[in-house]
Structure formats: C-alpha cells, structure tokens
C-alpha cells in the first residue's frame, strides 16, 4: 500500500472539523494568546532537560556509592522520556514555536535521545498522524517485531496469545532500537518510498547525518561513562540499559493506551484507496484521551493525555490541550461524533492490555465489555 495513493472521503462528516477550528482559532484570538510555547512550556523545557541531564553530570562525580550512580541513570530515562515527550514532541511538530528555526533546533534534541528528528518526523507527523491506525500506514501499529500484533488487519500467530504478558518488555526497548539499528533501516525503508524528500533533504545527506549523530550519542552517553565515570563498568552498562528501558517504556505505554483500545475502528482503503471517513474524523475513531483532570501527570507527559487533541491540532503547543478539550468535546457531540476519553491514566492502559489479548485470541479482535 502506497500512501501517496491513500485519501480520505472529503464528503463525509467535511463541516465538523471546519466548525472546530473556526471555533478554537476564536479561542486564542479572543483570549489574545499564542498557540504556540508560553512561559510555562519555556520553564517546563528546562525542567525536562535539567531531569537528564544533571543526573548525567553526576556520573562522572568519583567517590559515590555504586547505588547512586546507578539511579542517575535510572533518572535519566525518567528525563529521557519526559524531553521526548514534552519537548521534542512540541518542537517537531512546528508547534513550539513561531520560528521554524528554533523548532528545528529544540526538536533535534532528540539526538542526545539517540533518534533521528527527520526519521521521526516522516514516522510520526508524516504517516501516524496523517493515517492514524491505517494497517500498513501507520507504523505505529506495525512494529517490526512479528511477535506484537496492534491491528486486527495482520496476520494472527500462536505467539501473539501471550502478547498481552510479554508486549510490556518490548516497550522497554524503544529508545534502545532508536540509536542502534532502527533509524538506518528506517532511511533506507523512507527512501524506497520516496518519502525523505517531505522533509527537505537527501538521502546521501541524511545518512550522513544520522552517522555524525549516532559517533556523538556514542561518545556522548557511552563511551564518556565507561571512561570517566566514578561507577564500576559493570553498574555503567546495568545503568545505560535501564536507562533507555526506563524511558522506552514510559514512552510506549503514553502513546499505545491512546490508538491501541476497543474504540479504535482500523479503517481500510477500499481498493481506489479511498478511505470512507473525513480525516478529522478518522482521529476521533481511532484515537482516545485519558486522565484529563490530572494536572501534573498531564505536565509530565507533555499533554499526551489529550491525544484527540493532539491528533486534531498537532501544530498547537500542549499546553493549550485541556483549554480547547471541551471545545473540542462539545462539537463532536453536536456532530454526533465519538470522543473517548478515560478518567483515569489506568484505566485505559487496562483496556490497552485486554485488546492485545483480544488481538492476540481473535483475528477480529472483538471489543471489550
């Protein structure tokens, strides 16, 4: 499937998103305020960046004891994933600033992550938000591991009865796969489908990039640690694989809870391409908000919490989303349009772990009741 073949009914359900934006572009010009970072966001950045990169800092201080070094690491994939989720995020969505040169510049912080900001822009602004849940679209529900099944459009193994128990250490090895082996066959998989050109470059230029980048990851978080730092070699390694553990699986289980339910309906082209849904409407059905009373749970994950937000308005900074939520909420409903949302953080991530298990028991994967 091509995604350049791929579109989205423009006669379905058309005047709900024209409404909603009318109604939240009132919004910040009746308040007289940006959609992009304020004050709050600007502290927030460093905050997040502060929570990485000062345990780090400590590591190279001789003389403590081997259980302090070791949760600095833990805490800087506790940071890890708070940048990548609350800043990164923002910025390479064009949604941090104004300026596309300083988006550019706080989204490549992602380099001290050990990912690529252009792969990750096609992943995720390119093909997640653009074909949310669409089966061979979307990598977000198609993982390169054949042992997790997140649609019910894929072919169900034996294996995947047990996907619910064992997905959790999968989670943890995001990050991991983001500075070893993922973003090179990412590359060569974007340039096969021609899609590195949406972001402004080559792919002589950004293979070049992602190689400068990985030496200084390398040099950075690796090879500096293992030489200087006061901890024994052996709470280094432990200590950088809990790192990136710590933070892959913060990471996965903020953004699966929120595509990956028994809401979700996983539309499928019809052999046109055509997709019988409005894009706006698709993220409503296949996208859903939890814990949305919860403020510093909210701070930490970067106002991830409001992914139909998110999804709808991915070009607004976060800190807006539980602002424009019941905006948002209210003419769904005038509309006779779904929006899910979970009080609770745990709650969703309850029915996240009961659709692996109906995804990996039935090739339909019934909803849950």
Known sequence: MNHQTVSFSKETNVEFYKTLRSRVNSYFKDNNITRHANAAMVIKTIVMLAIYLVPF?????????SWVYFVCWAMMGVGMAGVGLSVMHDANHGAYSRNENINKAIGNVLILLGGSAVNWKIQHNVLHHTYTNVTHLDEDIDPPSKLLRFTPHKKRFAAHKFQHLYAWFFYGLMTFMWFSTKDFKQAVRYKNKDLIKTQGTTYGRHLSYIILFKVIYVGLFIVSPFVWSGGSWLVTLLGFLIMHFIA??????????????????????????????????????????????????????????????????????????????????ATAEEYNLPYYSYKTFMGALADHTKM?????????APAIH
């Open 57 to 65: 800092g400590f590591l190279f201080v001789s003389g403590l004891s």
């Open 248 to 329: 892959g699986f913060i990471l996965s289980i903020i953004f699966q809870p929120a595509h990956v339910v028994p809401s979700s309906n996983y539309p499928m082209p019809d052999e046109s391409g055509n997709i019988e849904a409005d894009w706006a409407v698709n993220q409503l059905y296949n996208t859903a908000d939890f814990a949305p009373k919860s403020k510093w749970f909210s701070w930490y994950v970067g106002g991830l919490n409001f992914q139909v937000e998110h999804h709808l308005f991915p070009n607004i900074c976060h800190v807006h989303y539980s602002k424009i939520a019941d905006i948002v909420k």
């Open 356 to 364: 692996l298990y109906n995804l990996g028991h039935y090739d339909q």
